[in-house]
C-alpha cells in the first residue's frame, strides 16, 4: 500500500497515560502535516514536520503535545497526560514538497478515546 | 486570523440534480484552493484542485474560482446518491503553510 499509513486505527487511554499516535507517509512524500478533528468540527492544523525538522507547529497547544519526523521512521505525534477533551480523530496528511500547489493526502487516521 | 467558511448544511438535492456547495476565505494572499470528500467515519480524500481564476472540469465536478470575492464553490452534476458525504473546503497561502479547511458542508442526495 502506497498511501500515509497511520497506526494504530484505534486507541483507547485512560486519563492520565500516553498516546503515541504514528504515521508512515506515501512514498516520495517528505512532508508531513497532523490534523485533529472532534465530532462535527472540521479538520484543525495542528502541526507540520519535514524530515528531523518542525517547520510549523502554531496549531499545537503548548504542552503535553510533541510531534517528530526523525531521518529514519514514521512521524510520531505524542500526547502525554490525555485528559477527555483529548478525544478525537487525529489525521496525518502528506505532500511531496511545500509549494502551495501540493494537495495532501491523508491517510485513515488514529481514532483516540479517552475514558 | 486565516478563516474559510462554508455552510454547514445540510444541503439536500434530488438524484440527478446539481449541487452546488460554496466557499469563502479571508485570506486575500490564498493562492491554492482545494475540495475534499469526508465519509462519516472515513479520512478526507481529494476531489479536485483549482488555482486559477475560473472553472476546471473534471468528470462531474466543476471547481469555480473567484479570488477578486474571495469564493471558491464546488458543483456536482447528476447528483448520486453515493455523493451524499461531507465536502471540506480547504486553502493555502503559500510555500510551507497548513492547509487551512472549513468545517464542511454536509450534502445528502436524495434518490
Known amino acids: 500500500n502506497a498511501g500515509v499509513m497511520q497506526n494504530p486505527r484505534h486507541l483507547v487511554r485512560r486519563r492520565g497515560q500516553e498516546a503515541r499516535l504514528r504515521c508512515s507517509p506515501m512514498k516520495g512524500h517528505s512532508h508531513v502535516y497532523w490534523y485533529r478533528q472532534l465530532p462535527e468540527e472540521g479538520l484543525k492544523f495542528m502541526v507540520y514536520l519535514q524530515k528531523e525538522n518542525i517547520i510549523d507547529e502554531s496549531g499545537m497547544p503548548k504542552e503535553r503535545f510533541s510531534a517528530e519526523f526523525p531521518k529514519e521512521g514514521p512521524s510520531i505525534l505524542r500526547i502525554q497526560q490525555v485528559v477527555r477533551g483529548d478525544s478525537a480523530a487525529y489525521f496525518c496528511a502528506s505532500s511531496p514538497g511545500g509549494t502551495g500547489r501540493s494537495p495532501l493526502h491523508f491517510g485513515n487516521g488514529t481514532r483516540l478515546t479517552v475514558t | 486570523q486565516k478563516e474559510v467558511e462554508q455552510n454547514s448544511g445540510p444541503l439536500s438535492v434530488p438524484e440527478g440534480a446539481i449541487a452546488s456547495l460554496n466557499c469563502t476565505y479571508s485570506?486575500?494572499?490564498?493562492?491554492?484552493f482545494f475540495w475534499y470528500r469526508q465519509y462519516s467515519g472515513k479520512s478526507p480524500e481529494l476531489i479536485m484542485f483549482i488555482y486559477s481564476n475560473g472553472d476546471k472540469e473534471d468528470g462531474r465536478f466543476t471547481a469555480q474560482l473567484n479570488k477578486a470575492s474571495q469564493y471558491v464553490s464546488l458543483l456536482i452534476r447528476d447528483s448520486q446518491p453515493s455523493d451524499s458525504a461531507t465536502y471540506l473546503c480547504a486553502v493555502k497561502h503559500s510555500g510551507n503553510t497548513p492547509l487551512v479547511f472549513g468545517k464542511g458542508t454536509r450534502l445528502s442526495v436524495i434518490a
Open positions: 485570506d486575500r494572499g490564498s493562492q491554492s
